[in-house]
């Protein structure tokens, strides 16, 4: 039977012109999610990122720390990948919502739609600008997935790929379906995707071609600031350089290839080699960075040029070029610090 309708007190209502106290939110409950098919093989921390709307990543970070979240009723850190039928208790939390008009601004969306250099029914390629987050928060509102879901509601399932430091340009992969953000994801834990970058580093690159195997791991600084070191207990992060150009003993222009994805592994691993990337400012030399000034470098000379990977059997590369500041700085090097190739020529 229906329920019997609750009477009336002798206190009146809002619309029987009295006042009433503003209404309470009700208390959040413990929620039970199934991994579906698409949530298969996803890092459980983007899962409840997607799953607890406007969430930061300190409080998902948190809340797998403190084992409030359970997958099939165990504790999991942040890195484990969901299986198709895992049950996910998500803990009960307070998430400020964001206001209805708090939007990436128009500009901020033609910018990043400015840059897209791919576009397919699978995937957005964009040439990430320097000084541009690839996502909101730490005191960042918006980012490159924010302005580009903007720009088109009609995509449901927009994910980043992969990530880049904000100072990073370059090739950045959004995917518009789980499907295939799960399945690119597999290609990068499978070393399946070649990623390369060029980094202009300090100094005369004196080792050729050069792969540094040195493991890396997080650590936090005073004021939560990230930073990360070689150290035994890390995480094995696999970079190879390869010299592409001398600029004198100033500056050297090297080919990147990524073997491994870690944090800041690229400024970490050049930086312990001791040729730093220019313009770093957490990893770098800013005395000999002063002497790169008057080339016209204004950032981190860090751009990631290429992605190769296979696409329905066959190999698929998508390239960013470098940005008109960037390649001015090469070339102004070249013309007033000396050139050599790497191989000695000029």
Not at 154 to 176: N, P, Q, Y
Not at 262 to 285: L, S
Request: a positive charge.
């Amino acid at each position: 039977m229906p329920p019997k309708p609750r009477e009336k007190t002798g206190a009146p209502s809002p619309t029987e012109g009295g006042s009433s106290p503003p209404a309470t939110p009700a208390a959040p409950k413990v929620a039970y999610v199934t991994a579906e098919e698409g949530d298969a093989g996803q890092r459980i921390d983007n899962f409840l990122l997607r799953i607890l709307k406007d969430a930061p990543r300190s409080l998902v970070y948190r809340i797998l720390r403190s084992g409030e979240v359970r997958v099939n009723s165990s504790r999991v850190g942040p890195e484990y990948r969901l299986v198709l039928g895992d049950r996910v208790r998500v803990p009960p939390v307070r998430i400020k919502p964001r206001e209805q008009t708090d939007a990436p601004s128009r500009s901020l969306r033609d910018f990043i739609t400015a840059a897209v250099i791919h576009e397919d029914r699978d995937l957005i390629v964009v040439n990430k600008p320097a000084g541009v987050a690839v996502h909101g928060g730490s005191g960042l509102s918006f980012g490159v997935i924010e302005a580009l879901r903007a720009a088109h509601p009609e995509l449901k399932e927009l994910e980043l790929v992969h990530r880049l430091d904000r100072e990073t340009s370059g090739c950045l992969l959004i995917a518009k379906r789980r499907a295939v953000l799960r399945d690119l994801h597999a290609k990068l834990r499978e070393r399946d995707m070649e990623k390369r970058y060029f980094a202009l580093v300090v100094g005369r690159w004196p080792y050729g071609a050069k792969t540094i195997d040195l493991p890396l791991k997080t650590n936090l600084k005073q004021g939560g600031e990230r930073v990360v070191r070689v150290h035994a207990e890390g995480q094995e992060a696999i970079t190879t350089f390869t010299p592409v150009q001398h600029f004198a003993k100033l500056a050297t222009l090297l080919d990147v290839d990524l073997g491994t994805g870690r944090t800041h592994q690229i400024r970490v691993h050049a930086a312990h080699a001791g040729h730093p990337v220019a313009g770093d400012e957490k990893y770098g030399d800013r005395e000999k960075d002063a002497l790169l000034k008057p080339f016209g470098l204004n950032r981190m000379f860090l751009h990631s040029h290429s992605l190769t990977f296979e696409r329905n059997g066959e190999p698929f590369t998508v390239s960013a070029p470098l940005s008109e500041e960037l390649q001015s700085v090469l070339d102004r090097l070249a013309e007033n610090a000396g050139s050599r190739g790497a191989k000695g020529k000029a």
